[in-house]
């Protein structure tokens, strides 16, 4: 007779890990879990317990993740906390893709202009007091940022804005707002600065030069990656 070995239950402090095996038939898949999910049950307590799936390198259409979710369900006291594969579709490769590439621009942001982008920006030129970018990534600005800067738009709190020349009227990091402070004087001199979001949740101004301590894995500049 046949051992089931399709289904692997691993318990944690958080709960419950589901390996699945991306191997067998999605039919002798579901056939497995239930019978192993329901075997597991009779030993554990009546307080509620996550679940989450890993199914390697198979793919799921939305019905058949509802499946699993209802097959995981209908044990009285599990919940289903995420289902994770190593699969994507090419719309989801082509929306990360676009969402991750660095965009270079040369050009200078006029007042009343808006320059939006997915991913990283890197602009050659200046942004013009009423003139706006922003970016669902990093912002990187070589030239002079006068008008409004926003990165991480979709909410990313690790995006940064760099600029030559930093004297925005507004910066954003996701849902972060912080103007230019009224003390800086036109004439003054000033290295190529940064702005990022620190401990304290607020948008803060440094040197460039920090940024490889506090923002380690911003290394996609380098060889084009």
Same mark, same amino acid.
């Given at each position: 007779?046949?051992?089931?070995?399709?289904?692997?239950?691993?318990?944690?402090?958080?709960?419950?890990?589901? #390996?699945?095996?991306?191997?067998?038939?999605?039919?002798?898949?579901?056939?497995?879990?239930?019978?192993?999910?329901?075997?597991?049950?009779?030993?554990?307590?009546?307080?509620?317990?996550?679940?989450?799936?890993?199914?390697?390198? %198979?793919?799921?259409?939305?019905?058949?993740? *509802?499946?699993?979710?209802?097959?995981?369900?209908?044990?009285?006291?599990?919940?289903?906390?995420?289902?994770?594969?190593?699969?994507?579709?090419? *719309?989801?490769?082509?929306?990360?893709?676009?969402?991750?590439?660095?965009?270079?621009?040369? $050009?200078?942001?006029?007042?009343?202009?808006?320059?939006?982008?997915?991913?990283?920006?890197?602009?050659?030129?200046?942004?013009?007091? !009423?003139?706006?970018?922003?970016?669902?990534?990093?912002?990187?600005?070589? !030239?002079?940022?006068?008008?409004?800067? #926003?990165?991480?738009?979709?909410?990313?709190?690790?995006?940064?804005?760099?600029?030559?020349?930093?004297?925005?009227?507004?910066?954003?990091?996701?849902?972060?707002?912080? %103007?230019?402070?009224? #003390?800086?004087?036109?004439?003054?001199? $000033?290295?190529?600065?940064?702005?990022?979001?620190?401990?304290?949740?607020?948008?803060?101004?440094?040197?460039?030069?920090?940024?490889? #301590?506090? %923002?380690?894995?911003?290394? %996609?500049?380098?060889?084009?990656?």
């Amino acid at each position: 007779m046949k051992k089931f070995q399709n289904v692997m239950i691993k318990g944690t402090k958080d709960g419950l890990i589901l #390996h699945l095996d991306d191997s067998c038939s999605y039919e002798e898949l579901k056939k497995e879990l239930d019978i192993k999910l329901a075997e597991s049950s009779r030993s554990r307590e009546d307080r509620l317990i996550t679940v989450k799936v890993q199914v390697g390198n %198979r793919y799921l259409s939305k019905e058949q993740e *509802e499946e699993l979710k209802e097959i995981i369900r209908q044990k009285k006291n599990l919940v289903v906390d995420s289902i994770n594969t190593n699969v994507i579709t090419k *719309e989801e490769a082509a929306k990360l893709k676009e969402e991750t590439e660095i965009v270079s621009i040369a $050009r200078i942001i006029r007042s009343g202009q808006v320059l939006h982008v997915p991913g990283d920006l890197l602009l050659v030129g200046d942004v013009n007091p !009423g003139g706006t970018v922003i970016a669902g990534g990093n912002i990187y600005i070589m !030239g002079t940022l006068r008008g409004v800067a #926003h990165a991480g738009f979709y909410g990313n709190k690790e995006a940064i804005i760099a600029a030559s020349v930093m004297k925005p009227s507004q910066l954003r990091i996701a849902a972060s707002i912080t %103007r230019s402070p009224d #003390h800086v004087q036109e004439q003054e001199k $000033r290295e190529m600065e940064c702005a990022y979001i620190n401990d304290q949740d607020q948008i803060t101004v440094d040197r460039l030069q920090v940024l490889m #301590h506090l %923002r380690p894995n911003i290394t %996609r500049l380098e060889g084009g990656q």
